[in-house]
């Protein structure tokens, strides 16, 4: 088996990396060296593998202190709309070799470090993955914050500075078990702390009308302290601010304790506001009813409209004294975008300042409000889902201060809509904010929708369920409020940085405009069917089959083969995602090869991976079914090397930007309807896999761009799940009627797949046959019949090739620029920029 060349070997061939000038890798080496020097503490003389890493990771983050420092600069003297970003996730992965890309410092960084006897493929490997978010949302703000810099946009994205991230997934004995996540335990080399920017948060205490205003009394301060990692657009120059907080106890966090002789216990408890940015919640659409996660959501938001304010009254680069004083301008400098309903406390807290502490006119905060803030919906689940709504309880505990959402606000809109539909009391309850009953509720996502001027969904099909089902009332009110902005993905790191040798591909074809314009793939359309394009594009998927069999087997022991069709279904573990449906074709094909061995079958190898929820039971239980699926079918002798099942483990950033390149089928099996829009499709799309999958989320405008008959598109739409929904769906029929069906469940059910426990998947079985909302049997006979087609194009690697060139050709309306210059366009109000700002050793003008 030939050796798959490495990404090192690669990128000596590769253009686009920028060309490793003898200057660039002579300073290179030479700052290396000097960190490396002052990295070494004097009792140590040998270097460690880490102390190579952070040496070079403080080498690269030289080059882009000065642009950062220009680029802010270059904000404060024009003074431009700034944009921000908020979201409780941000999903960055490692951080070094994308600054190299966007830099384009790769290959000088790639010549210096093997000049100095050392692989840079193993120092990136040394890096942790930043995992501050739990899946789609979270890596979606990341690679928005890649394209607001690249489009030269002066953004800022705030969050929160978990100390654990999400949690590390192992498996053992075919459980997943959750350890923590301790991504911070070496330090950090790409943030900054800010202690001179650090502000108070007030949680508790009362509130007090006096003639002069509202007073927030007796309140448990908790500090905010920002930590800034930069931001580096491609090869432009521009380097933004991810801004993260994280909590501290203020000196004299409980004082009055010390008097009494608890000094020890006071200082103990400063943990307990510290807590505030101790870890992320693990679930992925799925609301935690928690105090402490009510905290988290007022943390952020407290800390970062301080900071947005501060930033709007000072003009000067540098000065901290207010020069503006009037709110009037407020939403001509200021976009504030909510990354779903977890910062929806930003209306009411931009309320709160304006009114109590402005002195702004309540009419005109209202507007002010209104016109900054804008809405992302995330969710298909409607908006009586308890994934919206805080009990008015935790609310006045946490932030009494904050009027709840603004009472008289609640009562105005309450007002408005009465006005307009006289008499329809059901119409009133259902677009509350309030929400009456024995224990009131506060609905979050209504409260976003009524306090911005924009509210979106993130894929076309999920835009129009928005409108018709998840805020339809809201919708006939104000229509012209709604908009969709599909989904993308950075081609930085999800291209050039993940699989080098299929971006030179496309350069050597169509130059390497396509990074920054990704529309320009199109040019490969007319050459789908040139042999040396064929050619090359599948020794590239070869190439990375190699690469990636190798990792399985020195990193899980595991032996595939790589000429077998790698068939990778990659996401968080949910139901309505589908794991389940998967499973039921692994084992369907292993009935089939056992039943006639002599027959020819495609070799598969079946990829599944993700996190489950620590409490999400059901999606535990799928995890345990792969891995007990995995050790039968990998074990019989008789499949021998036509079909494997791997669980991924451990799936997160870092692992994606492995896997996906070397994936020759993308699974992308939701129930029609349920999946808001997904990105890691677009990503297998870009990279070269066909999908299979349903009309659900953007693979219907992926289906549209390419061409329905270049994926694989099976089941049920939305209008026949709800004419399923109006008529009862009954598995059993299904089980019934279809014998491979019925005999892959009852495997399943009698411990065929789990001897030593037969009554392990009972509940899977159970929910499958009795209570499954997904109707994973109702797509089960199409599915089968679809992967048949999948086997039979396999069979022809030319045509095979063919369509994943058209597939790759019709991927541009997939990239976040898109996506980010349509926010910035029709949402924020400004315009996206190709200004270059000229490099530190060059004069600004």
Known sequence: MAKPLTDSEKRKQ????????????????????????????????????????????????????????????????????????????????????????????????DEAIYQ?????????????????????????????????????????????????GIFNQKIVNGWQVEEADDWLRYGNPWEKARPEYMLPVHFYGRVEHTPEGVRWLDTQVVLAMPYDTPVPGYKNNTVNTMRLWSAKAPND????????????????????????????YPNDNFFEGKELRLKQEYFVVAATLQDIIRRFKSSK???????????????????????????????????????????????????????TCAYTNHTVWGAAAPGFSWTEQNFRRGAPGIPCPPAH???????????????????LRRMSVIEEGDCKRINMAHLCVIGTHAVNGVARIHSEIVKQSVFKDFYELEPE??????????????????????????????????????????????????????????????????????????????????????????????????????????VTLYNRIKKDPARPFVPRTVMIGGKAAPGYHMAKMIIKLVTSIGDVVNHDPVVGDRLKVIFLENYRVSLAEKVIPAADLSQQISTAGTEASGTGNMKFMLNGAL??????????????????????????????????????????????????????????????????????????????????????????EAYVACQGQVDQLYRNPKEWTKKVIKNIACSGKFSSDRTITEYARDIWGVEPSDLQIPPPNLPKD
Not at 54 to 79: K, M, N, P, S
Not at 138 to 157: E, I, V
Not at 418 to 425: E, I, R
Not at 544 to 566: D, G
């Open 317 to 371: 680069f540098g000065c901290r004294d207010p020069v503006r004083t009037c709110f009037e301008t407020f939403p001509d400098k200021v976009a504030i975008q909510l990354n779903d309903t977890h910062p929806a406390l930003a209306i009411p807290e931009l309320m709160r300042i304006l009114v109590d502490v402005e002195k702004v006119d309540w009419d005109k905060a209202w507007e002010i409000t209104k016109k």
């Open 409 to 427: 606000g609640s009562l105005t809109w309450k007002q408005h809509v009465a006005a307009l539909f006289p008499g329809d009391v059901d119409r």
């Open 116 to 164: 100095l006897g050392l692989d840079l493929e193993e120092l990136e490997e040394i890096e942790e993955d930043a995992g501050l978010g739990n899946g789609g949302l979270g890596r979606l703000a990341a690679c928005f914050l890649d394209s607001m810099a690249t489009l030269g946009l002066a953004a800022y994205g705030y969050g929160i500075r978990y100390e654990f």
């Open 691 to 780: 999908t299979i999958g349903t009309m659900d989320g953007a693979n219907v405008e992926m289906a549209e761009e390419a061409g329905a008959e270049n994926l694989f598109i099976f089941g049920l739409r939305v209008e026949d799940v709800e004419a399923l929904d109006q008529k009862g769906y009954h598995a059993r029929e299904y089980y019934d009627r279809l014998p491979e069906l019925r005999q892959a469940v009852d495997q399943i059910s009698s411990g065929f797949f789990s001897p030593k426990e037969p009554d392990c998947f009972k509940d899977v079985v159970n929910m499958l046959l009795n209570h499954d909302r997904f109707k994973v049997f109702a797509d089960y």
């Open 481 to 586: 409020k709604f908009q969709n902005k599909t989904n993308g993905i950075t081609p930085r790191r999800w291209l050039l940085l993940c699989n080098p040798g299929l971006a030179d591909t496309i350069v050597e074809k169509i130059g390497e405009g396509f990074l920054t314009d990704l529309s320009q793939l199109k040019k490969l359309l007319p050459l789908a069917s040139d042999e040396a394009l064929i050619r090359d594009v599948a020794k590239v998927k070869q190439e990375n089959k190699l690469k990636f069999s190798a990792f399985l087997e020195k990193e899980y022991k595991v032996k595939i083969n790589p000429s077998s069709m790698f068939d990778v279904h990659v996401k968080r573990i949910h139901e309505y995602k589908r794991q389940l449906l998967n499973c039921l074709h692994v």
């Open 253 to 280: 966090f409980k004082l009055h304790d010390f008097n009494v002789g608890g000094y020890i216990e006071a200082v103990l408890d400063r943990n307990l506001a510290e807590n505030i940015s101790r870890v992320l």
């Open 14 to 109: 590769i253009s686009v990396r920028g060309i490793a000038g003898l200057g660039d890798v002579a300073e290179v080496r030479k700052s290396f060296n000097r960190h490396l020097h002052f990295t070494l503490v004097k009792d140590r003389n040998v270097a460690t593998p880490r102390d190579y890493f952070f040496a070079l990771a403080h080498t690269v983050r030289d080059h882009l202190v000065g642009r950062w420092i220009r680029t802010q600069q270059h904000y404060y003297e024009r003074d431009p709309k700034r944009i921000y970003y908020l979201s409780l996730e941000f999903y960055m992965g490692r951080t070094l070799q994308n600054t190299m890309v966007n830099l384009g410092l790769q290959n000088a960084c």
